[in-house]
């Protein structure tokens, strides 16, 4: 009876060996890497959100595209939409100015503003994409690290009975049930990670589609 009170976690992280340990330790260092990802791309998301929308609404409602890029000069790029604003008509300034100098300014004013939109576009998406990496290889191996720590942990078990001599129901069930915990750990940390990132893929997908609209705006507007 006292053995069936002591058995849980507690008891499951005081019997294991190395193997069960690290395995423990490198779930929890997932789970704080992806709830650190959540978090930080939670925050970023909705700091950005409203600085885009606060901009995109003095874009539209602005007289000229001057006055568009004074409003940048004194308060700054700090959106993706403000940042290719900026990127476009700096590059239709600049090639207006010094014209193809170089061969990455070659062909002509629209060309170039053209390759300069892209290039920020690719710099966005890949800005938006930071640590969608990290949460999928973390939604997709937690499971099996779980998984591999259940294993391990059944082998000792039945290990330990078997040289015990007792084979009864009540001596086989703790130990096995125990070993389950690191199977349940590894879905409590995959679980987050999958959501959030399923959550950031159709977020970024709908900024970008977003960008990629206004993007076509600008350089309609730049280029007449």
Known sequence: MNDTANLGFGHFIAQSDVVGKTLLAILLLMSVASWSIIVARGIALLVSKRRSERFLNFFWNASSLEAVSSEIATHGARDPF???????MHA?????????????????????????????????????????????????TAPFVGLFGTVWGV?????AIGMSGSGTLDKVA????????????????AIPAVMAYNWLTRTNRVVLSRLDAFAYEMHTFVAM
């Open 82 to 88: 403000s940042h290719l604003a900026s990127h476009a």
């Open 92 to 140: 239709r300034q600049h090639h207006a100015r010094y014209g193809a100098a170089k061969l990455e300014e070659a062909g002509t004013a629209g060309d170039f503003v053209t390759r300069t939109i892209k290039k920020v576009l690719d710099e966005e998406t890949t800005r938006l994409e930071n640590g969608l990496a990290a949460l999928a290889t973390v939604g997709a």
């Open 155 to 159: 082998y000792h078990a039945l290990v």
């Open 174 to 189: 703790g130990p096995v049930g125990e070993a389950l915990i690191m199977t349940g750990v590894g879905l409590a940390v």
